[in-house]
């Protein structure tokens, strides 16, 4: 039997060491690799992946491949490691992570295939986008995107109708009234749709600056850890600009529902903020999501990778 590595960042092994039979622990077994993950669908297995820019260190050992494992083609390992490489360049916030991101998949996709020149070709293309980064070019890319409001009011509404567990809240007075401010979401006109999503972008940068400037990895680390644990952008059926576009998405649920839960001036302690990921984690994961994400795929203003550059302008 041939030996296979077998990943396992920290954050599994330090949860698994408290929680040893947790039902939240998964293993993604290819013929090649094995990843040890969690679902984030939990507050506590949220803290465990968000809570330390040290969650991802990967303790590596061996282990028995299995001829029952499913195949991961080459060009799915090269396009994995050059998003991951692309989203943890230094020193980018989280919307230039993931538009550079989309900028290397977008260039993917010039370099179909998977002969060892091409994926030379798409293993570089994060110390090039590393290089533009340097010199400011990317950050100047992304300021000259035009903003495309539509998408962002069209989300924002419809997660006024989404089917969130609001349970995983810890107890407090924004457990009751939060629900009831994302349920008013679906009335707005087209008026209140445009002022609020206005609201909500002046309050992100606020949040932004008093909740994560001085804790980046939060960001970091669910970016990191949903390329690691979808073997991103790896998919039966959706292309690698769909799966972006999927992404991308659910960046903006969980930055609108942060912005909401501080638009009174409510403090948001690090217990909501991992309940606030856990709670989209839970829902992303459901049929529910499925049907928001068709009706949202029915109304995009141009093609994935323009729609999610929308989702990222302030």
Not at 292 to 308: C, K, M
Request: hydrophobic share 40%.
């Amino acid at each position: 039997m041939s030996m296979i590595d077998c990943y396992e960042p920290d954050f599994v092994r330090l949860f698994l060491s408290r929680h040893p039979d947790s039902a939240l622990h998964v293993r993604m077994c290819w013929k090649t690799e094995i990843r040890q993950s969690l679902m984030l669908t939990d507050p506590a297995s949220c803290e465990a992946a968000l809570s330390s820019p040290q969650a991802f260190v990967l303790n590596v050992t061996q282990s028995e491949a299995s001829a029952e494992s499913r195949a991961l083609s080459r060009r799915d390992q090269v396009l994995n490691q050059a998003a991951l490489d692309t989203l943890t360049l230094p020193g980018l916030w989280p919307e230039l992570r993931l538009y550079a991101l989309g900028i290397m998949l977008s260039y993917s996709d010039k370099f179909p295939g998977e002969d060892e020149v091409v994926l030379q070709k798409l293993a570089s293309l994060p110390q090039i986008l590393a290089g533009y980064a340097q010199e400011g070019k990317l950050q100047d890319q992304f300021a000259q995107l035009p903003s495309l409001p539509q998408l962002q009011r069209e989300l924002i509404t419809r997660m006024g109708s989404c089917e969130f567990n609001w349970a995983l809240l810890p107890e407090s007075t924004r457990k009751l009234t939060l629900p009831l401010q994302v349920s008013l979401l679906m009335l707005q006109d087209a008026n209140s749709e445009a002022l609020l999503q206005q609201q909500l972008q002046d309050q992100w940068q606020k949040t932004d600056e008093r909740y994560f400037a001085q804790a980046p990895w939060i960001f970091i680390n669910y970016l990191i850890y949903r390329l690691y644990h979808d073997t991103f952008p790896q998919h039966d059926s959706e292309s690698a600009l769909q799966r972006y576009f999927g992404l991308t998405t659910d960046f903006f649920m969980i930055r609108t529902l942060l912005s909401l839960w501080t638009m009174d001036d409510s403090e948001l302690s690090q217990d909501d903020i991992y309940a606030l990921f856990a709670l989209v984690e839970e829902w992303r994961n459901s049929s529910d999501a499925i049907a928001v994400r068709q009706q949202i795929q029915n109304r995009l203003p141009g093609d994935h990778l323009l729609s999610a550059f929308s989702l990222l302008t302030r």
